[in-house]
């Protein structure tokens, strides 16, 4: 790890000023895998920056769209995900995009679309991408289906994905319900069994009759406006694949970093996280100063040539800002999260916005049990206050075919 400092070090072409050396150690190490994005005979590649190993029983629900919680990512990181697949014809050259920018993404697989085609099951697996569900049929309703029917639709869609793998692997262990049409007693179910419910932090709408460049323009759009995050894609669609190489470029050119997501096993353990890097708005500096000690301590313990820069020195807010800067990036608004400062129902209909109280819930177990199922809307209106686990109301997405 220290030799990779200190070709991260060199790669920057490091001046011993404090200022330049604070700079360059932010950027190796909220990019930690730089250098992996390395894409041999293809210069231009987005690269996958890091791998980030979750726990589903850890953190059984997330994606700021519907929950108060999400992925722990850093600022800049985009996590790609594609629902529906696999289907050859568009599937194929989504596999083919990817694997030209060496960008990794999780796909949540359809049973029925596995079943027909088990081949695009593996290669997906082979691509080194994470294999994931999304129902055996794609129902539309399950927020209102009999919870015996939705537990079926989960355990079925999983049986057919295993089942393709063919060599006695189970998919991982993320489910995404399809149009986003979660309810209680479903995520209830999936945590039950150690099943990670990913919703997701933005769409570029890609399921809808518009064009590639509506969806290029979306999925920019909404990235930049929160800065990091999940983004939703579908690999069957015509108009995803001639937008997927475009969103790349255009993620790398302003300084964006592919993250890649695996479940937690025996043998490879979560990524360590700070509770709030969960929480859908962490007070940033918060979590910049609560990882920031480990660096110099790290690095500079074993060597006098390179001084430490001294915590206070260093103003994470400024850095923070000189590294977007330096990217080209238009400077954010000084307040990061300005979805807070006015929390509004509409807006809720384009981008989930939490209410101010969210903030005030400490982190809890009962995070299933407070979802905003239909039957309880009403009430959550009027006591939004008070039922804040869930970020918001459901946003009204279909997403899916
Ligand atoms: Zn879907």
Redesign the pocket.
């Known amino acids: 790890m220290i030799a990779s400092v200190f070709a991260c070090l060199r790669k920057l072409s490091c001046k011993p000023s404090r200022a330049a050396l604070g700079l360059g150690m932010l950027a190796c190490f909220t990019a930690p895998g730089a250098m992996a994005a390395d894409c041999p005979g293809h210069p231009d590649a987005i690269g996958t920056s890091r791998t980030l190993v979750v726990d589903p029983r850890e953190h059984p629900i997330i994606g700021s769209m519907q929950y108060a919680k999400t992925l722990p990512l850093a600022d800049h990181e985009v996590v790609l995900t594609f629902?529906?697949g696999p289907l050859p014809k568009y599937s194929n050259q989504i596999l083919a995009i990817l694997a030209a920018h060496c960008a990794k993404a999780t796909f949540f697989l359809v049973g029925g679309q596995a079943k027909a085609n088990p081949e695009g099951v593996r290669k997906v697996r082979d691509a080194g991408h994470t294999v994931a569900t999304?129902t055996q049929n794609?129902p539309t309703n399950m927020q209102r289906m009999p919870i015996e029917r939705a537990r079926q639709e989960m355990d079925d869609g999983i049986a057919s994905v295993t089942a393709a793998l063919g060599d006695g692997t189970a998919p991982a262990p993320f489910f995404r319900i399809?149009?986003l049409s979660r309810a209680d007693a479903m995520e209830e179910y999936a945590a039950s069994k150690g099943i990670q419910v990913w919703s997701a932090d933005f769409p570029a709408d890609d399921w809808r009759h518009v064009s590639p460049q509506r969806v290029y323009d979306l999925a920019i759009q909404r990235i930049e406006a929160k800065g990091k995050g999940i983004l939703l894609l579908h690999d069957i669609q015509p108009r995803t694949v001639i937008a997927l190489p475009r969103i790349l470029q255009t993620l790398k050119a302003r300084g964006y970093r592919i993250v890649h997501v695996v479940p937690a096993t025996p043998e490879r353990p979560a990524t360590p996280t700070e509770p709030q890097q969960w929480q859908l708005h962490p007070a940033s500096e918060t979590v910049a100063i609560s990882r920031w000690p480990k660096i110099p301590n790290f690095v500079f313990a074993d060597t006098a040539a390179l001084p430490a820069p001294a915590l206070s020195n260093l103003d994470w807010r400024a850095t923070a800002s000189a590294k977007r800067g330096i990217r080209g990036v238009p400077l954010p608004p000084q307040l990061l999260w300005p979805q807070m400062a006015q929390p509004q129902e509409s807006a809720v209909v384009a981008l989930a916005v939490p209410a101010a109280s969210v903030f005030a819930i400490p982190e809890s177990t009962r995070v299933t049990m407070l979802g905003a199922s239909p039957a309880r809307r009403g009430s959550q209106t009027a006591e939004a206050s008070r039922e804040t686990e869930v970020a918001a109301k459901p946003v009204p997405v279909r997403?899916?075919?």
């Open positions: 629902d529906d999304h794609h399809p149009g997403a899916g075919k």
